[in-house]
């Protein structure tokens, strides 16, 4: 029994250090910055840019009556504000195309200033588009919507994406 016990113990002893090395683990990945490599920075802002995507998709399909519903564009819109917000950081030096597979073109690092005010753009007409979602004033959203697509996405990709 005792022998039973110990190896018992001893085995407990092993897995909670198991436990511990990886909740150590755990916590170190999570409170010290990552290592972003620019092929990352690159992938992060792909999957940034397919959701910015995906929300316009899903507005334009719920104003032509294809599916979803009106009371989910707040939603969408809300989702398009605050991507906006993180596109400013999703263009970090060292993420060009010298690191990977990117429709990045190298202006937006040449002329940053020029690339802040459309991110800036970006940010207050996606803002705009959330505040006519509040209202619920669907001529006021759709053309708002408009602004965001000229201003915001065609606005940044015919200066900044290379096609
Ligand atoms: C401030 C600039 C900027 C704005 C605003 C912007 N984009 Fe982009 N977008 C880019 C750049 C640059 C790329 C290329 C990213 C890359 O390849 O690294 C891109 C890529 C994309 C992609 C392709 C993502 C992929 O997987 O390669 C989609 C889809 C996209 N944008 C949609 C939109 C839509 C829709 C809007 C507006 C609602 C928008 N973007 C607004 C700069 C912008």
């Known amino acids: 029994m005792w022998t039973y016990q110990k190896a018992h113990y001893a085995g407990q002893k092993a897995h909670y250090a198991g436990l511990l090395l990886i909740l150590t683990l755990t916590l170190t990945a999570l409170t010290m910055p990552a290592q972003a490599d ?46 906006a917000v993180i596109t400013q950081d999703a263009f970090p030096l060292g993420s060009d195309a010298a690191a ?19 991110t800036d753009a970006f940010i207050s007409e996606t803002a705009a588009l959330a505040a006519a979602a509040k209202t619920g004033d669907l001529r006021a959203f759709g053309k708002q919507l408009g602004v965001v697509g000229k201003v915001g996405c065609k606005g940044c990709h015919s200066a900044f994406r290379s096609k």
Not at 101 to 116: L, N, S, V
């Open 100 to 118: 990977g597979k990117t429709d990045a073109a190298a202006r937006i690092w040449e002329k940053p200033q020029d690339f802040k005010r459309a």
């Open 38 to 83: 620019g092929a990352g920075a690159i992938a992060y802002r792909k999957a940034v840019m397919s959701s910015v995507g995906g929300h316009l998709k899903a507005i334009v399909g719920i104003l032509k009556g294809q599916g979803g519903d009106k009371v989910h564009l707040l939603a969408h819109a809300e989702s398009l504000a605050a991507l």
